[in-house]
């Protein structure tokens, strides 16, 4: 309804859609996990825009008591990115363009998988893990969750555990205070997760008789078309 005011959700939803519908546009792969007191795959990793949007649309917001299975939940996103990936190798360097975003404002207090275990899978898989926290941490002294910026319910962020979980899987901790700094944020990772990729080479053309520019034209879409649908799917 006009005039609303947008929750934090609505906030964090808007600024994830625009930085996957942009690495989608620029040839990427990306999927969508999310967890609370388990954790899911809303959506497998696709190139399909629309299928994202949608998929972000139906993430509705926890209750102002569910726990959080952060272990969990990055656990089943590292198998998603690694699934059909090369083996261990001699290195532990994380390949490029294979990552994990995690962004939680709260810390991990349910599932199965300890938050540092599944740190550790990410690291065996070579996949590079950037956090994100939105929110305030915790009171010193382990008092009561600090006061939300957004206005919403309490955060109960721990910071120190998502840095390091990033320092371990060689990515980087980002510290949103509220989700206005979401977007600043989205555009830093963006920017560090800038793959290169291969240009074709240049067409050379040669003089044709008029009648043949329809059909070469008419090849030439539906060479990028198949190369859009079906080579970009391929990590």
Sequence with gaps: MYGEPRTRLDLA???VTRFALHRVAAG???GLVVFGGRAYTQLPLTT??????????RIAPAGPNEPTALGDGLALAVRRVSAG???PTATAEPLAGRLVVLLTDGRNNAG???IDVAAGIAIAKRIRVHTVGIGAERGSGGGPPAADADGGRPTDLDADTLERVAELTRGRFFHARSTRDLGAVYAEIDALERVPRATPDPIRTTPRPEGLLLA???LLLVEIAAARVLLRRIP
């Design 216 to 218: 070469a034209g008419t």
């Design 112 to 114: 199965a998988i300890p």
């Design 85 to 87: 990936s090369a083996g």
């Design 28 to 30: 990427d792969r990306v």
């Design 13 to 15: 939803r808007e600024v």
């Design 48 to 57: 399909d825009g629309r299928l994202l949007e949608s998929a972000l649309a």
